[in-house]
């Protein structure tokens, strides 16, 4: 069960899924497309897709529980590198004709596609993750309050670093990534003064593999760890994975995201090295959708999971996180503070 710093976010059984192959990438799935009956929700991994110990995992994580509930033959679909937004068109468009409801688009990436597609299947429900531009009434927008959880991770390096000097590594260059990047740097700034923060992003655009690269997060880790960071947290999707490896070998923290990086079976060689992870219930929303459409009162509009509600937080399962007492106190107030108002964290 994944567990958060004083936050409960819903404990997610994990399937394993076959792999067969669809006319749009590779799909895990055990249905056929004539039984589209309870057949259950449908996925569009994001870059990086299944195994990425972190975004797509959480939301396939979300599937799976809805699976077991709800007794579902869900399918996941695999991106391809280079694809249009055409090309994400026609993957949820066979994923809607399949039968599938609700069908989810899992990143930002997907909006375009999203909007395009749910006008023509007004009866499915659809979802994306990290968007919140699309206004209809079939369409739910799965967005979180990152820049929370990321201020807890920076009081969290402002109390481990020895060095003063802490590092961030942004998979892509956008607003998304930048909520990141400016909760992480203001709980570290009002934590503790007189620490560096050192950032760097990997890519301009998602295309260049930002999010898909860890011998680029290894590189850009290696670098803050040669200017004496021995804190560096990464919001960088799969690429995240090369920063921790880094920390590991030379013996400093890092701290993870999306999912409980501590707790990932590919991660498990490095787990003493992850001190924490900022975590965002992208498999409770997920999954919270599913069981919107089977209820017959599907969610739509803006769907915000923050703090206050569970929806973001802090892994405790290092107990040498865990086990830090002045470290939980701190946090505990910080936690307070944004969830009466008295810190409001900057989202850039």
């Not at 056929?32 to 996925?43: P, R, T, V």
């Not at 110990?53 to 579902?72: I, L, V, W």
């Amino acid at each position: 069960m994944r567990r958060l710093s004083r936050i409960a976010v819903a404990g997610i059984a994990s399937a394993t899924l076959a792999v067969i192959a669809t006319g749009c990438g590779s799909s895990s799935s055990s249905s056929s497309s004539s039984d589209s009956e309870g057949k259950g929700l449908a996925l569009a991994y994001d870059v990086g897709g299944k195994g990425d110990q972190s975004f797509n995992d959480a939301a396939t994580a979300g599937m799976d529980k809805a699976d077991a509930e709800f007794g579902y033959k869900s399918t996941a679909v695999e991106p391809q590198d280079g694809e249009s937004d055409a090309d994400k068109a026609q993957r949820l468009e066979q994923l809607a004709k399949q039968g599938y409801n609700p069908v989810i688009g899992v990143g930002y990436a997907y909006a375009p596609a999203v909007k395009e597609v749910s006008a023509k299947f007004p009866k499915v429900t659809f979802g994306v993750v990290d968007d919140e531009q699309i206004k209809a009434d079939n369409v739910a927008d799965m967005v979180f309050t990152e820049e929370q959880a990321s201020y807890l991770a920076g009081v969290t390096a402002a109390l481990t670093t020895k060095t003063n000097v802490v590092g961030f590594v942004g998979g892509v260059d956008i607003p998304l990534i930048h909520k990141f990047e400016a909760g992480y740097k203001q709980g570290v700034e009002d934590t503790k003064k007189g620490i560096t923060v050192k950032s760097q992003y990997l890519t301009e655009t998602a295309q260049e593999g930002g999010f898909a690269s860890p011998d680029k997060g290894e590189n850009a880790a290696e670098g803050m760890i040669d200017s004496k960071a021995d804190v560096v947290y990464a919001a960088a999707g799969l690429s995240g994975q090369g920063v921790i490896k880094a920390a590991a070998a030379n013996k400093v923290w890092a701290i993870g995201v999306d999912s409980d990086q501590y707790k990932q079976d590919a991660l498990a060689k490095y787990k003493d090295s992850i001190l924490t992870s900022a975590m965002k219930d992208v498999a409770g929303a997920v999954y919270n959708l599913a069981k919107s459409v089977k209820d017959g009162k599907p969610e739509t509009g803006v769907v915000r999971a923050s703090l206050a509600t569970g929806g973001v937080g802090l892994a405790d399962s290092n107990p040498v996180f865990k086990d830090n007492a002045e470290l939980q106190d701190a946090l505990k107030k910080a936690e307070a503070g944004i969830k009466d108002g008295s810190i409001k964290v900057k989202t850039s």
